[in-house]
């Protein structure tokens, strides 16, 4: 669940003190409350009106039980203060405004959309934090692409702590030159450029036109080139593959801007004190180890992608590792893949690198367990719901004697509370049936295994006792009499029902 408890409030709370403090300077705040920055709008002529009266709008198609929807809230909001007089950011809920989400095609939550003077002009591609869509939005007040017109200006557009990415043609009318502007359109994340001034293809070596792509100066290493030259036919969607695969180089820096496009892989994770501005011989030094040992990787052909973070600021994600946040000179080691299959280097990282060959070999060689985040197991379940966690999670759910429904939950979830004194008297009606089993689980202090996908909260699944491989995703009401219809109809067996709600049932 990647730290969602921590994930969750620290961006709210960010969001919140921009709220506050634009609240406090207006003369009104002592007669009223801080205004949303998001406006959420409730109809189709509320959105055409906004639609047309905007130069730029930035739409948020989201439902109200999407988890991740749930994550982007606080910041959405914190990017729409930030953005105040740049942009206008909305918001509309799919679950009420049905037929806007269809004219779109919208078949994902949260969808970003922008628009500009009523038309559509792309869909968000990158990370869901305040960070990356402030960039983004920023972005569109610029021209496209930057054009390089003395040495002077290359050297200083090539010292962003961003990667680069410059065409190089000998002709502005030069057709090659479309195909990389309409790359450029499609990747508004990344930095571009592009140059017909003959010295510069010159000191490139490019006799007519070219594309490269220069790595940050302070990532430059031994350990892979920090220049990367286009090859081949010019297509868009070649150009578009070129930058993608090669944005990141071997070993880059996490931030929370890159962190969902780094984790599109599998990917092995160093925490430690990055920082290039006070600490950047320090930070370099871990690097290029971690660089020696994921090189010699790759050159045997291993398929892993390798990334470096910094501790403190990713102190909330720790805990998924059980990791506490600390000072520690050492880098702390972890895998991850994209199916959620955690793994911890135990061995203390050593300078030359070989106790993190040991550990990737491991991997590679299927050798090492798994990690899962789990609270204790509960000494006693004597209520009527079971409280399980990752530690029984297989014992209990995976019984093939059983047929269980489950509730994954999260504590700060207000639907999750509504629904517990149902999710009770669910459990009280069944409690003396021997082949039915109602259980629960804090799904932020535990990690759900696969195939289970907890997207929002709270989310219920029925899992049969002779199909545990493919539990079912209830999607009725929660009224306890649906529930109980449910079970009834997936169950293996006949339900035994309590000595009341038998009666009741007989009534009927």
């Known amino acids: 669940m990647k730290g969602i408890v921590a994930e969750r409030h620290w961006p709210c709370f960010a969001a919140a003190l921009l709220q506050i403090h ?11 409350v801080p205004p949303r920055a998001v406006m959420l709008l409730r109809s189709d002529s509320m959105f055409q009106a906004e639609l047309h009266s905007q130069k730029m709008l930035l739409v948020q198609f989201f439902t109200p039980r999407c988890g991740q929807c749930m994550r982007l809230a606080p910041e959405f909001e914190e990017a729409a203060i930030r953005l105040a007089g740049v942009g206008v950011l909305v918001k509309v809920d799919c679950t009420a405004t049905a037929k806007i989400c269809r004219t779109y095609k919208i078949a994902t939550y949260p969808t970003l959309k922008l628009f500009r003077r009523g038309a559509e002009a792309g869909t968000y591609q990158g990370s869901f934090t305040a960070a990356s869509i402030v960039r983004y939005i920023r972005k ?40 990389f502007l309409k790359a450029e359109s499609a990747l508004e994340i990344y930095r571009f450029a592009y140059t017909s001034v003959p010295e510069l293809l010159q000191r490139q070596g490019i006799d007519t036109e070219g594309i ?26 070649r150009i578009k593959k070129f930058i993608q695969k090669n944005i990141s180089g071997l070993c880059p820096v996490m931030t929370l801007e ?64 059980g990791m506490q946040s600390g000072s520690g000179e050492l880098p702390d080691v972890v895998i991850r893949t994209t ?8 061995e203390a990282f ?25 609270q204790p197991v509960p000494e006693e379940n004597a209520g009527p719901v079971q409280v399980i966690v990752a530690d029984n999670f297989n014992n209990v759910v995976n019984n093939r004697d059983k047929d269980v429904m489950i509730n994954f939950f999260a504590p700060w979830c207000g639907l999750c509370k509504s629904l517990e004194p149902k999710y009770r008297e669910l459990a009280e009606k069944l409690i003396h049936d021997p082949h039915v089993v109602i259980v629960q689980m804090d799904a932020t202090a535990n990690d759900v295994p696969p195939p289970y996908d907890v997207t929002g909260f709270p989310t219920i699944y029925f899992v ?45």
């Open 140 to 179: 569109q007040t610029m021209p496209n692409s930057q054009e390089i017109r003395s040495l002077e200006q290359l050297e200083n557009f090539l010292k962003d702590t961003d990667a680069s990415t410059v065409g190089f043609f000998a002709d502005r009318r030069s057709p090659n030159l479309h195909k």
């Open 464 to 508: 049969p006792m002779q199909s545990k491989h493919a539990p079912k995703l209830y999607e009725g009401d929660w009224r306890v009499n649906d529930l109980l219809s449910y079970i009834e109809r997936k169950s293996s067996y006949q339900l035994v029902l309590t000595a009341g709600e038998r009666r009741r049932t007989e009534e009927l």
């Open 258 to 321: 890159n962190r969902e496009q780094l984790r599109e892989k599998d990917l092995m994770l160093a925490f430690y004190n990055v920082d290039y501005t006070k600490n950047p011989r320090g930070t370099s030094y871990w690097r290029n180890r971690i660089m020696m040992v994921a090189k010699k990787f790759r050159g045997a052909g291993e398929t892993l992608s390798y990334a470096i973070a910094n501790r403190q600021e990713f102190w909330f994600e720790l805990p998924d590792y």
């Open 212 to 237: 490269v792509l220069f790595r940050p100066p302070h990532l430059h290493n031994k350990f892979e080139d920090g220049a990367v030259t286009f090859k081949g036919p010019f297509s868009v969607a």
């Open 339 to 346: 199916e959620g299959h955690k793994y911890v280097m135990r």
């Open 350 to 374: 050593t300078r030359d690198g070989t106790a993190l060959e040991r550990f990737l070999q491991q991997y590679f060689n299927g050798k090492l367990k798994r990690y899962f985040r789990s």
């Open 22 to 32: 634009m609240w406090l300077r207006s003369p009104l705040s002592l007669c009223s």
